[in-house]
C-alpha cells in the first residue's frame, strides 16, 4: 500500500467523517481525527478488515495546539475538513461557551487544520482540498445564528481559498448536504427522509475523482422524498 495517497479525514469518529474515510479507505491511506479514542480505533479495525489502512489520530480540534503537535510537517493528498458541532437555539438562550464552541470547531479548526497541511501540497504542486459545509451556508433558520454563520464562513473561506492555491495545482472544494441521518440530528426526528451519511461519502469520492485539470467546486447534496431504493 505504500503507492496509496493519503487522506487526512477529520471528524472521523462518526456520522459524514467516518463514511469518508471509510470510503476512501478503498484507494488512499486514511489518517482519521476525532476526539473518541474507542470509536476510531474501531473504524481503523473496520478499514483493516477489508484490507484499507487507517491511522487514527485522537485530536481535540478545539485546540490549536493540538492540532500543531499532531499535524506539523503532515503528508497529505487529500484533506476533508469534515468536524462539526451545531447547537440550535435562539441568540437569546445561547451561551458564550455555545457559541465559542462551534466557533472553535467549524470554523477555527478549519483553518488550523488547512495551514498545518496546505504548505506540503504546495510543494508537491498537488492536492485536494474538500471542505464539508452544510446548505445551511448558503440560507438560514430560526435558531441557527451560531451554526449558520460558521457554515456560511466555510463557504467564504473555501472560495477565497480555491482562488489562492488554484495556480499551484492544489485543488478546493466544498460539499453542502441538506439533512444527513447522524447523531447531530435532535432525538425523536423523523430521520427516514434525510441523507445518509454514505450518501455524503460517495460524492467527495466523485469529486475527488475527476482529472486534474478539472475542478467541481461546489456540490449541492439534497435527499429525494420520498426516499426509493
Not at 479525514?9 to 462518526?14: F, L, N, P
Not at 485536494?128 to 449558520?148: E, L
Not at 441523507?195 to 461546489?218: H, K
Request: net charge neutral; proline share 6%; aromatic share 4%.
Amino acid at each position: 500500500m505504500a503507492d496509496r495517497p493519503t487522506a487526512i479525514v477529520t471528524g472521523a469518529s462518526r456520522g459524514i467523517g467516518r463514511a469518508v474515510a471509510l470510503r476512501l479507505a478503498q484507494e488512499h491511506r486514511v489518517v482519521a481525527i476525532a476526539r473518541d479514542k474507542p470509536r476510531l480505533e474501531q473504524l481503523a479495525a473496520e478499514i483493516a478488515s477489508f484490507g484499507g489502512e487507517c491511522r487514527p489520530l485522537v485530536v481535540d480540534l478545539a485546540q490549536p495546539a493540538a492540532i500543531h503537535r499532531a499535524l506539523a510537517g503532515a503528508h497529505a493528498d487529500v484533506l476533508v475538513n469534515n468536524a462539526g458541532v451545531i447547537i440550535k437555539k435562539p441568540l437569546t438562550e445561547m451561551t458564550p461557551d455555545e457559541w465559542q464552541a462551534m466557533i472553535d470547531v467549524n470554523v477555527n479548526a478549519l483553518f488550523h487544520v488547512t495551514r498545518e497541511v496546505l504548505p506540503g501540497m504546495i510543494a508537491a504542486q498537488q492536492g485536494h482540498i474538500v471542505n464539508i459545509a452544510s446548505i445551511a451556508g448558503r440560507s438560514a433558520f430560526a435558531g441557527g445564528t451560531g451554526y449558520v454563520a460558521t457554515k456560511h464562513a466555510v463557504l467564504g473561506f473555501s472560495e477565497s481559498l480555491m482562488l489562492e492555491v488554484r495556480e499551484f495545482g492544489v485543488k478546493v472544494s466544498v460539499v453542502m448536504p441538506g439533512s444527513v441521518a447522524t447523531d447531530m440530528i435532535v432525538p425523536g426526528t423523523d430521520s427516514t427522509w434525510m441523507l445518509r451519511p454514505e450518501d455524503v461519502a460517495r460524492v467527495v469520492a466523485g469529486i475527488l475523482d475527476n482529472p486534474p485539470w478539472a475542478l467541481t467546486y461546489q456540490v449541492e447534496v439534497r435527499a429525494s422524498n420520498p426516499r426509493k431504493g
